[in-house]
């Protein structure tokens, strides 16, 4: 079982909206965990970056939270935009900040419709 | 620009030849990376060289060699190709060593899509 699990796998919203992507983890001890997203045919785009310790970080429309208590972290992206659609990475780091355990999440596939 | 580059972009190639992939980074970063993103869009590190000394190398085929000639490139060398070897393989990099890496950003590079027929 992967210990980064998240949701939904996809999600279709319409221009304009705002959504909420989910992504719950097992990585203990916890040093950060990373939003990323990935256009396609693209590599992934580091959108927020948090420590054990930070609850809300904010980049632009995107804002990321962190209850590391309940070990869940979500990615609010409002106001949506076309180029919006993507796939979310959530990534967790133990608390060695070793590459070698970065544990990646398989993605949440986000449609924008006009 | 600034950024990771990778070449080919695609790859289509027959079982059993060997393919190289190339990856440069023009960011100035000391450590370089090569992930796998298989089909169901799981990265996994496969290896990790710092200022071109070998970091990192997870458990993966022999078939499998990197080589970084200096610290902006780390190419990636493939032996006899098998059809498991399909996917898209990324290059990275990031500023400081893996020890610094807890909160060192990563920049990846456009991919390369391996396809063995």
């Known amino acids: 079982k992967n210990q980064v699990e998240q949701s939904p796998q996809s999600l279709i919203i319409l221009e304009g909206k705002n959504c909420t992507l989910q992504c719950n983890y097992t990585v203990s001890p916890f040093s950060n965990l990373r939003w990323y997203k990935q256009d396609t045919g693209r590599g992934p785009v580091s959108l927020t970056i948090?420590?054990?310790?930070?609850n809300t970080k904010s980049n632009g429309r995107y804002t990321a939270t962190l209850d590391a208590d309940t070990k869940q972290s979500s990615l609010h992206i409002t106001a949506s935009q076309l180029s919006d659609s993507a796939s979310y990475i959530c990534v967790v780091s133990p608390y060695s900040g070793s590459a070698r355990q970065l544990t990646f999440g398989s993605g949440t596939q986000l449609t924008v419709l006009p | 620009d600034t950024a990771v580059s990778q070449t080919p972009k695609y790859l289509v190639t027959q079982m059993g030849n060997d393919k190289s992939i190339k990856c440069e980074q023009n960011?100035?970063?000391?450590?370089m990376y090569w992930y796998k993103q298989d089909s169901k869009k799981f990265l996994k590190i496969m290896f990790s060289?710092?200022?071109?000394?070998?970091?990192i190398n997870e458990t993966v085929p022999n078939r499998f060699s990197p080589k970084s000639p200096d610290k902006a490139h780390l190419n990636l060398h493939i032996n006899s190709l098998e059809l498991g070897d399909s996917a898209v393989y990324f290059c990275a990099s990031s500023p400081s060593g893996v020890a610094g890496l807890s909160l060192s950003e990563q920049f990846f590079g456009p991919g390369t899509r391996l396809t063995v027929l």
């Open positions: 060289y710092n200022n071109k000394e070998l970091i």
């Open positions: 960011l100035g970063h000391d450590t």
């Open positions: 948090m420590t054990f310790s930070e």
